[in-house]
């Protein structure tokens, strides 16, 4: 059972443009953390959310923790062929650290 | 520092046969964890283990054991391998620290298909 929904599944988009990629969940979760994953390798943390509203970036990403913590958004601003990989969410704050992800977004950036 | 190391990166098993994946971390974590990843469905945790000799199950437990007899090393065995456990195979693992600190860091992965 999937308890996070990711959306879109695939996104495929020119150098330059914006997007946005959704977490959702119909429960409340304590923390959530972003991963992205490049073919061939395993998946490195990129943030962890906690508080609802949180904002944080990075360069330029900005996740977005929803004020119910049900929900979160990754943006990112001008994308660039680096970006390309796969882009997983994960609700976190359980016991022994484990983590449950959503089925991931691959993004792919055409030059 | 090498951190998470996976062997073997890639494996083809015929059905039946058996085979162990290891995973060995020098970060002196105590937690670490077996995750499998299929398209669309995102990492699902095989097992788990928060100490020496310790194991527990994951969400898809069936098919596979695990041993932790070093800290260092954790082991995922296939008694006999069935099509539907091809996957690839991700290792990780953490300090151990409760809460939003316990980071996860990932090995490079185990590709296996069973034919």
């Known amino acids: 059972t999937q308890l996070l929904e990711q959306s879109p599944q695939f996104l495929s988009i020119q150098e330059g443009e914006n997007l946005t990629v959704y977490c959702n969940s119909s429960s409340v979760f304590s923390s959530l953390q972003w991963y992205r994953q490049e073919p061939g390798e395993g998946p490195v943390l990129l943030v962890t959310?906690?508080?609802?509203?949180e904002v944080k970036k990075l360069k330029r990403l900005t996740f977005q923790f929803g004020d119910a913590r049900k929900d979160s958004s990754l943006h990112i601003t001008a994308a660039q062929p680096g970006d390309t990989g796969l882009y997983l969410c994960a609700r976190g704050g359980t016991s022994y650290g484990k983590l449950t992800f959503g089925q991931g977004t691959i993004l792919t950036v055409h030059p | 520092n090498a951190g998470v190391t996976q062997t073997p990166k890639f494996r083809v098993l015929k059905t039946g046969q058996s085979m162990t994946l290891l995973c060995a971390q020098d970060m002196n974590h105590e937690y670490m964890y077996w995750y499998r990843q299929d398209p669309g469905m995102g990492l699902r945790l095989i097992h788990y283990?928060?100490?020496?000799?310790?194991?527990a199950k994951g969400e898809v437990p069936d098919g596979y054991n695990v041993s932790r007899l070093k800290k260092q090393n954790f082991l995922l065995g296939l008694e006999s391998a069935a099509p539907s456990q091809t996957s690839v195979y991700f290792c990780?693992?953490?300090?151990?620290?409760?809460?939003?600190?316990?980071?996860?860091?990932f090995g490079a992965g185990t590709r296996l298909s069973v034919l």
């Open positions: 283990s928060v100490g020496e000799g310790t194991t």
């Open positions: 959310v906690v508080t609802g509203g």
């Open positions: 990780a693992s953490s300090h151990g620290v409760l809460g939003v600190k316990n980071i996860q860091y």
